[in-house]
């Protein structure tokens, strides 16, 4: 694992709207953004991204499936985010709060993912969850300004 | 857009002295005075660059849970929700745009609710999924009476 002072986390766009899981792409921003410890996702400075990597489980199996990369769409984003400004998403500025902050990510974020489909009666699709994310990473001041992997 | 600054410093301290400057004795009492206004946009009030949306909320829920005003928050939470995702009101027909727009808006509702009052929330969002409230229903504050029905004060 490469460790960061800073964390990147990708991908948003790894998937095509047509692809088998679509509603895992936003759930990946979702897990992938602040939760999966970025620092594990992310590129050694000055390297080339290597689109075959990805987060993989404890049993070693990987997160979801996704096409390879001769098969990815054109574009790769990522978010650049400070370790603190992670941490404090998380704990509100003291990190030993975690999840008992009432304003944490994963608390918010994955509640208001299945209490909205619920809701809706229907799987949420690639855009209403990045919709729904989107509206998050407002609330938290996480710029937006997704950055093109090819401008890297 | 400047850089976020938000989570530099004391920020709690930061929320309360932007209050008083604003002349207000509370969050509380700041918040109530824009009733309609989205978190964010309570936010970018009291310090665009330095202080965001869910410090807000979490300064909100620390003075309700010590005024015992947790219904109240909760009520009011809701209003901001509908305001911001629901422009027109409540629709007249749930078709499935509507479903997600109402499903997003009551959802975020659900996520700003302080968590002793999520489940009763929940039951909010079912109920009103079921017997729709009248079209173009916007409630303009936390004492709008259909809401008070749904969710009356409890705490003494």
Request: glycine share 8%; with cysteine.
């Amino acid at each position: 694992m490469w460790m960061s002072r800073s964390c990147v986390v990708w991908p948003l766009s790894l998937w095509r709207a047509d692809s088998l899981h679509p509603r895992w792409t936003g759930l990946l921003l979702a897990l992938a953004l602040l939760t999966t410890g970025c620092a594990s996702l992310a590129p050694p400075p000055g390297r080339r991204v290597n689109l075959n990597d990805m987060p993989r489980g404890a049993d070693g199996a990987t997160f979801v499936e996704r096409p390879r990369v001769s098969e990815a769409p054109e574009r790769l984003h990522h978010v650049e985010l400070e370790m603190a400004k992670h941490q404090a998403i998380h704990g509100g500025g003291d990190w030993r709060l975690g999840r008992l902050w009432p304003g944490e990510w994963n608390q918010l974020i994955m509640g208001a993912l299945r209490d909205a489909e619920t809701a809706a009666g229907r799987m949420l699709t690639r855009n209403e969850i990045l919709k729904v994310a989107a509206r998050y990473m407002k609330d938290y001041n996480i710029p937006m300004n997704f950055v093109s992997g090819r401008g890297r | 857009m400047s850089e976020d600054r938000s989570w530099q410093g004391a920020w709690k301290v930061r929320l309360h002295e932007r209050v008083r400057e604003r002349g207000y004795a509370s969050l509380t009492a700041f918040a109530e005075a824009r009733p309609t206004a989205s978190l964010v946009a309570l936010a970018e009030e009291l310090g665009k660059d330095d202080l965001n949306a869910v410090q807000v909320f979490s300064g909100l829920v620390a003075e309700a849970e010590r005024s015992h005003q947790l219904t109240r928050l909760a009520r009011g939470q809701l209003v901001r929700e509908l305001f911001e995702g629901l422009p027109n009101g409540w629709p007249a027909v749930l078709d499935d745009t509507n479903r997600f727009e109402v499903a997003h808006a009551l959802a975020r509702w659900i996520s700003y609710t302080p968590e002793t009052h999520k489940e009763r929330a929940r039951q909010i969002l079912v109920a009103l999924l079921a017997t729709p409230p009248p079209p173009g229903w916007r409630p303009l504050g936390p004492d709008d009476e259909l809401l008070h029905a749904l969710l009356p004060d409890e705490e003494v």
